[in-house]
Nanobody, 130 residues
């Protein structure tokens, strides 16, 4: 059974920073795309960032225009985790953030469609920026 467990959400003032972490367990397939999407109630889900399987900051990553320059996605292939470093947060970043995994590596480059349906996703962690 594949599980994705997110942590690190919370409340922060505008201009502040948060780091979300997702740890994967149970995935036995080949290399997979991992990343984050977010959702505000009543609005469409939005792909935030994805990364191909590799280590650290050198992994090929894709980031939505809305967060480019502020958010960084970092993957640890060995630790089976992916983190989202969020700097200079804005009130419009307020959302539930979900970690997701999909065995289709080509999905990584299609950030606009990095939302449901994906093969696996977590329960989400809330980020509130005021």
């Amino acid at each position: 059974q594949v599980q994705l467990v997110e942590s690190g959400g919370g409340s922060v003032a505008a201009g502040g920073s948060l780091t979300l972490t997702c740890v994967e367990s149970g995935y036995t397939g080949n290399r997979a795309c991992m990343g984050w999407f977010r959702q505000v109630p009543g609005q469409d889900r939005e792909g935030v960032a994805t990364t191909l399987p590799s280590e650290g900051r050198t992994a090929r990553a894709y980031v939505a225009d809305s967060v480019k320059g502020r958010f960084t996605i970092i993957r640890s292939y060995l630790k089976k985790s992916v983190s989202l470093q969020m700097n200079n947060l804005k009130p419009e970043d307020t959302a539930m953030y979900y970690c997701a995994l999909d065995s289709s590596l080509s999905r990584c480059s299609d950030i606009k469609h990095w939302t449901l349906p994906v093969e696996y996703w977590g329960q989400g962690t809330q980020v509130t920026v005021s």
